[in-house]
């Protein structure tokens, strides 16, 4: 069984900065694409920013040049630097990873999401 647990959010004052992560363990052979994805108050979950095994990253145009995708293959970990934090970044955040294990083939798997909220 894949598990993905994020990490890191918290409150933070307008402008400010937190570093989120995610870490998936169980029987892991391979890990494609890993990506954080947000989810605020009376919307739908939205992209926030992906990155692949070749480290190529696709950004939401609302983060760009404020957010900072990465990846530690070695420790199946996912990481997001938010800097210049906006009150409308406020959501959950969610971690996303396409992961084979030994026993299935590729599959999409969630993390259970990290409250972030920003102040004013």
């Known amino acids: 069984q894949v598990q993905l ?3 890191g ?6 402008g400010g900065s ?5 870490t998936a363990s169980g029987s892991i052979v ?10 605020a ?6 992209l926030v920013a992906t990155i692949t095994e070749i480290d190529h990253t696709n950004y939401a145009d609302s ?4 957010f900072t995708i990465s990846r530690d293959g070695a420790k199946h970990t996912v990481y997001l630097q938010m800097n210049s934090l ?17 026993f299935t083939r590729m599959n999409s ?12």
Do not use: F
């Open 63 to 66: 983060v760009k040049g404020r």
């Open 18 to 22: 937190l570093r989120l992560s995610c």
């Open 41 to 46: 108050p009376g919307k739908q979950r939205e």
């Open 86 to 102: 906006k009150p409308e970044d406020t959501a959950v955040y969610y971690c996303n990873a396409a992961i084979q294990t030994i």
């Open 109 to 120: 798997y969630w993390g259970r999401g990290t409250q972030v909220t920003v102040s004013s």
């Open 30 to 39: 391979s890990i494609n694409a890993m990506g954080w994805y947000r989810q």
């Open 9 to 14: 959010g918290g409150l933070v004052q307008a």
């Open 5 to 7: 647990v994020e990490s």
